[in-house]
């Protein structure tokens, strides 16, 4: 269903970098984790090419709303070739409503094909 994850926390530093994102990304574990989440550490760019700003990217989206966004988008490995891929993005709230984090999914298109309706339609 996905090829890789993270998990930030509600300052936006990651606390769990997958496997998946390691191969996915050519990132490893060690070098994501505390550092803090950006459109730009992960190149996140339209699919036109254009690049996303933080507060235009799928997870402001998700917090501002509450609810998991799903985008197909480009994103940047480590070498830097631009992977196109699908992301969801889901808030993480605790039972009086505090965000305490962010889940981002991603799906690469290049394994799956991007005429591929949303998979994660299935995990909202």
Not at 9 to 31: V, Y
Not at 50 to 58: F, G, N, V, Y
Not at 84 to 99: H, K, M, N, S, Y
Request: glycine share 8%; net charge negative.
């Amino acid at each position: 269903l996905y090829d890789g994850f993270h998990l930030i926390d509600a300052n936006r530093r990651f606390m769990i970098w997958s496997r998946g994102a390691e191969i996915l990304f050519g990132r490893s574990m060690k070098e994501m984790l505390g550092q803090t989440w950006s459109c730009q550490l992960l190149g996140y760019r339209e699919m036109q090419g254009r690049d996303i700003a933080d507060e235009k990217s799928p997870l402001q989206a998700a917090v501002t709303s509450g609810r998991s966004t799903v985008v197909q988008m480009e994103a940047q490995r480590s070498d830097t070739r631009h992977l196109r891929v699908e992301l969801q993005a889901i808030p993480l709230f605790d039972d009086v409503g505090t965000l305490q984090g962010v889940a981002e999914f991603y799906r690469d298109l290049a394994r799956t094909g991007s005429k591929t309706p949303h998979e994660f339609n299935e995990l909202q």
